[in-house]
């Protein structure tokens, strides 16, 4: 299998321009997460979506970010506008939980690196 | 609310030596508690995991875990460290009832000095 994919890998761009991070989940993993790392507040869940529907947004900063997921292969996260602050390692992870299980194995994507200058 | 603490940012430790990484959970229900490991420039890859079953967890690259109920402990270990060993390492804790959202410590970074 070919693990999650994300893309880019890297991204640098100017504040106030529209930043998609994209992500591809594992076949078969009906769960997916979105998570920002940053040196000061470590790993922070954003989103949470089961069977393409989001189910936790608790964990999204503000208006400006925004996540869809169309379909079971397939998620977006969307910054508009940016803003340096927003700089970050942001990770997509999917597990196989129908259910959102607690028990159940997160598998993590190489990350997006975000810059906003 | 949950939470994780990883008692010590930095480790240092000699190539051969034990490995401890401290982990305490803050849990109001019995939890699902997860050690992942970070290598530089990639996602977080998973080691182990505790999951109500037996409260010594094997995991790989010889690590292991024991879930101390009495002492809110989930500390990570590995007899012999190996300069593949260094990395960034993060405790997690999971609602067991609720769904499988990772609540993460701030991580422990393991330097291996030969």
């Known amino acids: 299998d070919a693990g999650v994919i994300q893309s880019p890998r890297h991204e640098v761009t100017e504040m106030g321009q529209e930043v998609t991070l994209r992500c591809k989940p594992i076949?078969?993993?009906?769960?997916l997460f979105w998570y920002r790392q940053t040196m000061m507040r470590g790993l922070e869940l954003l989103i949470y979506?089961?069977?393409?529907?989001?189910?936790?947004d608790s964990g999204m900063p503000e208006d400006r970010f925004s996540a869809k997921m169309p379909n079971a292969s397939f998620s977006t996260l969307k910054i508009q506008p940016s803003e340096p602050r927003d700089s970050a390692v942001y990770f997509c992870a999917s597990s196989p939980s129908t259910s959102g299980r607690p028990r159940e194995t997160q598998y993590f994507g190489p990350g997006t690196r975000l810059l906003v200058l | 609310a949950q939470s994780v603490t990883q008692l010590g940012s930095h480790v240092s430790v000699s190539e051969g030596a034990l490995v401890l990484l401290r982990c305490n959970y803050s849990s109001s229900v019995p939890p699902y508690l997860f050690w992942y490991v970070q290598y530089p420039n990639q996602g977080l890859q998973l080691l182990l995991k505790y999951t109500s079953a037996a409260t010594l967890v094997k995991g790989i690259n010889g690590f292991e875990a024991e879930f101390k109920k009495s002492e809110t402990s989930f500390h990570l270990t590995k007899p012999s460290a190996h300069m593949s060993d260094a990395a960034e390492y993060f405790c997690a804790v999971s609602d067991a009832g609720g769904y499988n959202k990772l609540i993460f410590g701030a991580g422990t970074r393991l330097a291996v000095h030969p």
């Open positions: 076949s078969g993993h009906n769960s």
């Open positions: 979506f089961n069977n393409n529907v989001p189910i936790d």
